[in-house]
C-alpha cells in the first residue's frame, strides 16, 4: 500500500500496521483527573486558556509550533473551540458515535511562515481507559487505515502508532495511540497540505464504518498481514 506507513516494529503479534514511536515530551499533568472529568458529564470543569497564533495553532500562549494546550473533553463548554478546523472531523468521529473515546491530543497541521519551525502534521492521540478498550480501539483503527489508505490522495500517508503518555503527578506511563496523516516519502509540503483535506474525508468516512469490538479482529488479520 502506498498510502500506509506499516510498522517496522509491530506492537501486537499480528499487527503490521501499529507501530511503536515514542514521543517526547509527551505529558499530561494528571491522566487520572483528566479521564475523570471525560467519564463524568457533571463534573466541574476550568475554564480552557484558547489562543489562536497566527499560523492556526490553538494552545496556551497563542504562538505557533508546539506550546502547553489545555485539556477539554466533549462535556466542556470550549470543546468544539478548542478543536483546530482542519482536525475537528477525525476527533468528532473518534469522540461520537460507536467509537466514543477520549482523546488527548490533536492538531490539523500547519505550513508555517517561519522556516525555523518544522511544519505541523494532522494527528489525533487516542487515549484508551482500560487494556481491553486499547485492544479494540486499536483493531478498529487499523481496519479504519487499511480500508482508507488505497483511496488516500498519493502525496499523503497514514500512520497508526503507539507509545506512552506519561502523567505529571504520578508519573505513571499510560499506552496511548496516534493516528496520523503524513507526507508520502518524496512528497512536498505544499502538494501534501493540497491533499490533506480530502486524505481526511476519506479516513473519516472508513472510520465511521468501522466500530471497536472485542470480536473483531484488526486489519492485517483480514488481508493476511503485510501488503
Do not use: K
Amino acid at each position: 500500500m502506498a498510502d500506509l506507513e506499516e510498522g517496522t516494529t509491530t506492537v501486537d503479534g499480528g499487527c503490521r500496521t501499529l507501530a511503536h514511536r515514542p514521543r517526547f515530551p509527551n505529558v499530561m499533568p494528571d491522566v487520572d483527573e483528566f479521564l475523570g472529568r471525560w467519564n463524568t458529564p457533571t463534573a466541574p470543569r476550568r475554564p480552557a486558556r484558547l489562543l489562536r497564533s497566527a499560523d492556526g495553532n490553538i494552545n496556551t500562549v497563542g504562538l505557533p509550533g508546539i506550546h502547553e494546550a489545555d485539556d477539554v473533553d466533549p462535556e466542556h463548554p470550549q470543546w468544539r473551540a478548542a478543536i483546530e478546523d482542519g482536525v475537528w472531523p477525525l476527533v468528532d468521529a473518534l469522540t461520537t458515535g460507536a467509537w466514543r473515546l477520549a482523546t488527548y491530543d490533536s492538531c490539523e497541521g500547519h505550513a508555517y511562515r517561519s522556516g525555523s519551525l518544522t511544519p505541523g502534521r494532522r494527528r489525533v492521540g487516542v487515549l484508551p481507559r482500560s487494556p481491553q478498550e486499547f485492544a479494540r480501539a486499536a483493531a478498529a483503527l487499523c481496519r479504519g487505515v487499511r480500508a482508507a489508505a488505497p483511496a488516500v490522495p498519493e502525496p499523503v500517508r497514514i500512520t497508526l502508532s503507539t507509545c506512552d503518555l506519561t502523567c505529571g503527578r504520578s508519573g505513571r506511563h499510560h499506552p496511548v495511540l496516534d493516528l496520523g496523516l503524513e507526507p508520502a516519502p518524496g512528497t512536498s509540503d505544499d502538494a501534501y497540505f493540497a491533499a490533506l483535506g480530502t486524505a481526511t474525508d476519506v479516513l473519516v468516512a472508513a472510520l465511521l464504518a468501522q466500530r471497536p469490538a472485542a470480536d473483531q479482529l484488526c486489519g492485517c488479520a483480514a488481508t493476511g498481514g503485510r501488503q
